[in-house]
C-alpha cells in the first residue's frame, strides 16, 4: 500500500509538484497519467527514496520514506526512466548482482534469477552483454531486476517508452499479470495503457492531481458523445438546431450536392444518433454518414491537462 | 558490511569486464618498469635498491590513479545506475566503502605485478626486503588516499574526463606544497603546516622503509575525511 500525504518538491524555485495526496491500496494498479514535466517522476524518485520532498509525507505499506528508507527499498521493485542499467555486465550476472543487492539470500538468489528470466522472457540473451541488446530486452531487464526480490510494490516510470507495438503488448500483459498480486504504479502518457491496465487512473498536471478515478468514471466526465452526421435537406442545420434533444448542431464541412457535415451534440451528453435517424427519415432527408463517437480518455486527458 | 561486499565485486568485475583494466595494467607497468630502469639508470647505479623506484612513485601515481577513481560515480550518473543504485536497500557508506575497496584493490593488484622488480633484484643481489615491504606498504596508503580523492571527485561530476582533471589537479597542489615552500622558507609556520598537509611530505619516510605511524594517521586521515564528503555528497542528492 502507498500512501501519499501533502508531498511537495520544490527544486529551487520551480515547484515540480504541489501537495499532492493519494492512496493505493494493495493488489491495485495505479497509472500515473500526465504531459512531460507533470511531476510523474519526480513522484516515483520520492516514493523510492532516491530524492526527499520539500514537505509533506509519503508511505510505503506503513514504512515512512523518510524516517525508514532503507524499510522502504526493501519493499519496492523500482525502473526508473529511460530504464538504466549496466551496459559492460550480461544479463545473468546483472540480475544475480540484483538480487544480492537487493537482499535476496544466497541460497535463493538461483531460484530467483531463473524465476525473473522466465517472467520476462529473458531465456535466450541470458550470456548476452545488457550493452548488446535491443531496447525491447534491456526494458525487460529493467524490469526484470525490479522484480528479483519479489516485492510487493513496484514503481515502473514509463515501462514502455521506446518499445515497439508488439514488445508494448507484452510488457502491459506483464503487467496486468504482476497486478493481481503486487500493487503497481506505473506513469505513461500513452492513454490506452492505462484503459487496459489500470485499475485506476491519477492524472496529474503541473504538479497537481487534477483528476483521478477509474477509466470508465473519467472518461464519463467528458463531452459525451458527438454524433457525425452528412445531409442533404433544406434547412437541415437550423431545425436540427431547434430539436429539443439536440443541445448543439455545428456544421464542420460541405459535401457535393449539397450535403452538409454536422457535429451534433444530444442534449444530456447521450448518443442521440437514432433520434437523428428518424427525424432524417420524418423529413424526407437524404443522409450519407451517421457516425456516433464516444470521447476517448485522450479527449478528457487534454481537457484537464491543456485548462 | 556484507552490501559494501557486493558493491565491491560488481566494481572490480567492472574493471576487468573489458580490456581497458588490462591495457591499464601493462602501461602502468611499462611506464614505471622503464621510468625505474632506464630513466633513473639502474643498471649504472650498481645498487639493489627500489628507492629510485618509489621516489617516483607520488608522481607516476598521479596519472593512473585518478584513471582508476574516475569513473566509479561519474559513469553512474552519466547512465543513469546511480538512481538503480541508490534505491536498492544499501546505505550510502556501504555503496560509498564497496568502490572505494574495489578500486583498492585494482590498485594492489597492478602493484602486485610489479613485483617482477623485486624478484629481479633478488637475483641480481641481496635487497634489503624489509625496506622493499615496507615501501609497499607505504605506497598502497599513498594510493588509497589518492584514491578516496578521486573517488570523491567522481562523485561531483557526472563527465569522466573532469574528473580525471580535477582530480589530478587537486592531487598535484597537494604534492606541490609539500616541495614549494622550501623558496618560502621566510614564512615559517606557513611551510610546516603545507608540509604537514602535503602528500609527498609523509612519503618520503615510505621511500626509505620507514613506516610512521605519524604518517599512517596522516594518510588514514585523508582517506577518512575524503569518504566521509563522498558519503555526504551521495546523500545531498537527496536536496537538490
Known amino acids: 500500500m502507498i500512501h501519499v500525504d501533502g508531498l511537495t518538491k520544490r527544486y529551487g524555485k520551480a515547484t515540480a509538484i504541489d501537495n499532492i495526496s493519494f492512496t493505493i491500496n494493495k493488489g491495485e494498479v495505479v497509472g500515473l497519467l500526465g504531459p512531460n514535466g507533470a511531476g510523474k517522476t519526480t513522484t516515483m524518485k520520492i516514493l523510492t527514496c532516491f530524492i526527499s520532498a520539500t514537505a509533506g509525507r509519503a508511505s510505503i505499506n506503513g514504512h515512512d520514506t523518510f524516517d525508514e528508507p532503507l524499510k522502504v527499498k526493501e519493499q519496492i521493485g523500482y525502473l526508473p526512466e529511460s530504464c538504466p542499467l549496466y551496459h559492460d555486465m550480461d544479463v545473468a550476472t546483472y540480475l544475480a548482482f540484483a538480487a544480492e543487492a537487493r537482499g535476496v539470500a544466497a541460497d535463493k538468489r538461483k531460484l530467483a534469477v531463473d524465476r525473473v528470466i522466465s517472467d520476462c522472457d529473458l531465456g535466450k540473451v541470458t550470456r548476452k552483454l545488457i550493452g548488446h541488446l535491443s531496447k525491447g530486452y534491456r526494458q525487460r531487464v529493467g524490469l526484470a531486476q525490479a522484480m528479483v526480490h519479489n516485492p510487493s510494490v513496484l514503481i515502473l516510470d514509463e515501462p514502455t517508452s521506446g518499445l515497439d507495438p508488439n514488445q508494448i503488448r507484452d510488457i502491459l500483459a506483464l503487467i496486468n499479470n504482476l497486478g493481481q498480486e503486487k500493487t503497481v504504479i506505473h506513469s505513461t502518457h500513452i492513454l490506452s495503457e492505462v484503459e487496459t491496465t489500470s485499475d485506476r487512473v491519477l492524472i496529474i498536471n503541473n504538479g497537481h492531481i487534477v483528476a483521478q478515478g477509474t477509466p470508465q468514471e473519467l472518461m464519463a466526465r467528458s463531452s459525451g458523445t458527438t454524433v457525425y452526421l452528412t445531409v442533404k435537406g433544406a434547412d437541415a442545420q437550423a431545425q436540427l438546431s431547434g430539436a429539443a434533444f439536440v443541445k448543439q448542431a455545428e456544421k464542420i464541412g460541405e459535401g457535393k450536392d449539397g450535403f452538409i457535415r454536422l457535429a451534433v451534440q444530444g442534449a444530456d451528453a447521450r448518443d442521440v444518433s437514432l433520434d437523428l435517424f428518424k427525424m432524417a427519415k420524418e423529413k424526407d432527408w437524404l443522409v450519407s454518414e451517421l457516425k456516433a463517437e464516444t470521447a476517448s480518455l485522450e479527449d478528457v486527458f487534454a481537457k484537464l491537462t491543456r485548462g | ?240
Open chain 2, 1 to 240: 558490511m556484507k552490501n559494501a561486499f557486493t558493491i565491491f565485486k560488481k566494481e572490480l568485475r567492472s574493471y576487468f569486464s573489458s580490456p581497458i583494466g588490462f591495457v591499464f595494467i601493462i602501461f602502468y607497468l611499462l611506464v614505471s618498469n622503464a621510468f625505474f630502469f632506464f630513466v633513473q639508470d639502474f643498471f649504472k647505479q650498481g645498487q639493489v635498491s627500489m628507492r629510485g623506484y618509489f621516489a617516483a612513485m607520488p608522481w607516476v601515481f598521479l596519472f593512473f590513479v585518478p584513471a582508476i577513481s574516475m569513473r566509479l560515480w561519474a559513469e553512474e550518473k552519466k547512465m543513469g545506475t546511480v538512481e538503480l543504485l541508490l534505491t536498492m536497500p544499501l546505505k550510502e557508506w556501504e555503496v560509498v566503502f564497496g568502490k572505494f575497496l574495489a578500486a583498492f584493490a585494482f590498485l594492489a593488484i597492478t602493484l602486485l605485478f610489479s613485483l617482477t622488480i623485486p624478484v629481479s633484484l633478488a637475483y641480481l643481489g641481496k635487497p634489503d626486503m624489509g625496506v622493499i615491504v615496507g615501501s609497499y606498504v607505504g605506497a598502497l596508503f599513498l594510493g588509497s588516499a589518492y584514491l578516496a580523492i578521486g573517488l570523491y571527485i567522481s562523485s561531483l561530476t557526472e563527465n569522466q574526463v573532469v574528473a580525471f582533471i580535477i582530480s589530478l589537479a587537486v592531487i598535484f597542489v597537494l604534492l606541490l606544497i609539500g616541495i614549494a615552500p622550501v623558496w618560502l622558507n621566510a614564512l615559517g609556520t606557513i611551510v610546516s603546516v603545507c608540509e604537514y598537509i602535503s602528500l609527498l611530505s609523509h612519503f618520503n619516510n615510505v621511500t626509505r622503509g620507514v613506516i610512521d605511524s605519524r604518517d599512517v594517521i596522516y594518510y588514514a586521515s585523508v582517506i577518512v575525511l575524503f569518504l566521509y564528503l563522498n558519503i555526504k555528497n551521495i546523500e545531498a542528492r537527496k536536496w537538490r
